[in-house]
């Protein structure tokens, strides 16, 4: 028999499969139940109701990227060497814990708007405001362009969205490969100094 | 009394909006035709069922991408200002229209499986592969990097996606200001030359 912890944790593992293969929408707590394997009591137990369930799974998940980011934050040796190690750091989770990512942009708004209003205080807290550090800080030390480090967020991880869809993610080619593209577009684009001419007339970085 | 086309339109036009705020899954034909003003009868005489209606949409959406991808390829005089005309063409759509390229590729794997293939099959054709051949032909003229180009159109169109969520929009700042800067940032970043080793030991493009 399974502590009470075990079970717990075994909920979430299954849930977030489901909601990642099936979305937030088609399921219920009743198949939720029967599909993780444990009683509806046992469920109830646990969460009182699917949005709950929903809101652990995003709130454990954001807490793993924070442990992500705080570790690269310690570790990098320059904006780009943080942000790399992050990527590095998502890319590595399982696929259904990266799709949680999407699912949670995609399905924030399906959610009471006090469960929403924390989800996303969270998300913005323990996510985006973290990365947005990091890039206001490489813009202040000169390692990036001046910029507004709130929409180089977006634009950044943007870039990564699209291998959070475990259905399509097989035709996408390597994500490693994708990846270290991702950071080198990223890094050489907002490195690049200010348009200057050039000999040739072309507009070029150098 | 609305032309049978005019009223087509106006179906594919409500249930667009509604697609979008609430998700394909939580819809109805009966909601549908009750909220687009039709009568169910007049729905199913356009669309036999939900997939064909919300096909349809996606269809007219592709056609209309592919109409401001043919434009764009006439117009540009490089790659960047040809996919910069891209973007501004699909920036400048109705939020609704922008949220459905999102849309499909969420929803796609609810489809039946003819269904899922056909609109694959169309996305792949008029946009993914139109994006590919464009990146592609810079890579060949010397205009970008070598990379993979059917990586590199996920990673210029992830940088879009955030913006096609009408839900948090609001809060990412000017959409035009965004675009001008994932236009920088992919062609600066895709164009720089190969790492070459610099006086001050920084890697650096130049």
Not at 83 to 102: H, L, N, Y
Not at 162 to 174: K, N, Q, T, V
Request: proline residues 4%; contains cysteine.
């Amino acid at each position: 028999m399974m502590t009470a912890q075990a079970t717990r944790d075994h909920i979430l593992e299954e849930a977030t499969r489901l909601f990642v293969a099936e979305g937030y929408v088609g399921l219920s707590m009743r198949q939720l139940a029967e599909r993780v394997g444990v009683s509806k009591a046992g469920l109830y137990y646990h969460f009182k109701d699917k949005e709950s369930l929903f809101l652990a799974i995003l709130t454990e998940n954001l807490l793993e990227i924070e442990k992500i980011i705080q570790q690269a934050r310690a570790a990098g040796s320059s904006t780009q060497d943080t942000i790399e190690r992050i990527f590095r750091g998502i890319f590595a989770r399982a696929p259904e814990q990266q799709a949680i990512i999407r699912l949670a942009s995609q399905e924030a708004g399906r959610l009471r708007p006090e469960a929403r209003q924390a989800f996303r205080q969270l998300y913005h807290e323990k996510f985006l405001l973290q990365i947005r550090d990091i890039l206001q800080e490489g813009i202040d030390a000169g390692e990036l362009r001046a910029m507004d480090a709130g929409q180089a967020v977006w634009i950044l991880l943007g870039m990564m969205y699209p291998y959070f869809y475990p259905s399509h993610r097989a035709e996408m080619g390597d994500p490693q490969a994708a990846l270290a593209m991702m950071i080198t577009i990223f890094f050489e684009g907002a490195n690049a100094p200010v348009h200057s001419p050039h000999e040739n007339g072309k507009a070029d970085p150098c």
